[in-house]
């Protein structure tokens, strides 16, 4: 390997984990939606792991469109000015998908919370025996509520949910890296930068959010029990809005 793509190959290397580090987005959905539906820490890795490759491919694919195009017109700032538009659209739509999910997620939290508050009913049977018991909504007795269509259906749909708006999400820096060695018709080049700007990505993704994950099992959370559901929607909704407000 020459000492110029052995200095992209680092750079992109370096770029993929501090791109990675500073967006929250990147790993706390995964966190939030793991406690919230008590995964195991083996499922939570397997999602994120998941949901990075997909956050990855679709930059892959505009690169390749970007080099291709670089090729035809013989001007790399050309395409990739017009993959930055692309993947600019691609960004706004992805960070307010993430938004309005956490926002739904955390809505329909607030309202799974309430159905969980356990209450008192009076009852008087017809042989004169009067009697209370204390029940809620959420309980084993109303596992009809988890039928096709009810919350267990409707919580499965949150695993895919993340991955699509992650596929949809674009991986900034990795076209302007992949169009350096593609200008010089370097095809390993251009494999060792995808290849180590994705290998890093995901593994940071994945790291981070398992240390989260496994810090957060020594904060005691029976209290907030009923709203795990909700707060793991404001989280993502935050990371949405972090994204749209603040450009993160």
């Not at 500073?22 to 890795?45: C, E, N, Q, S």
């Not at 180590?196 to 993704?205: K, R």
Request: aromatic share 8%.
């Amino acid at each position: 390997m020459s000492g110029e793509l052995w200095l992209i190959v680092t750079t992109a290397a370096s770029i993929a984990f501090l791109h990675t580090l500073i967006g929250p987005d990147h790993y706390m959905p995964f966190v939030a939606l793991g406690k919230a539906r008590k995964w195991t820490t083996k499922k939570m890795a397997l999602v994120t792991v998941g949901c990075g490759l997909g956050h990855s491919l679709g930059s892959i694919v505009l690169g390749l469109v970007a080099i291709s195009l670089s090729v035809t017109l013989g001007e790399t700032t050309t395409a990739q000015n017009q993959m930055a538009s692309i993947e600019g659209i691609r960004g706004d739509l992805a960070a307010w998908a993430l938004m309005s999910f956490g926002v739904l997620y955390m809505v329909w939290g607030v309202r799974r919370a309430h159905r969980a508050k356990k209450h008192t009913h009076f009852h008087v049977h017809a042989d004169g025996t009067a009697h209370t018991h204390e029940h809620d909504h959420a309980g084993n007795h109303m596992h009809v509520h988890d039928a096709p269509g009810g919350a267990q259906s409707k919580l499965a749909l949150a695993p895919w949910s993340i991955f699509i708006i992650f596929v949809l999400g674009p991986c900034e820096p990795l076209i302007p890296l992949m169009l350096y060695p593609a200008a010089t018709a370097s095809a390993l080049g251009v494999t060792l930068v995808v290849g180590t700007f994705v290998l890093v990505t995901v593994a940071t993704m994945t790291a981070i959010a398992l240390a989260v994950f496994k810090g957060l099992t020594f904060v005691p959370t029976n209290i907030f029990e009923r709203y795990t559901h909700a707060v793991a929607g404001g989280t993502i909704a935050t990371c949405g809005f972090a994204i749209v407000g603040l450009g993160l």
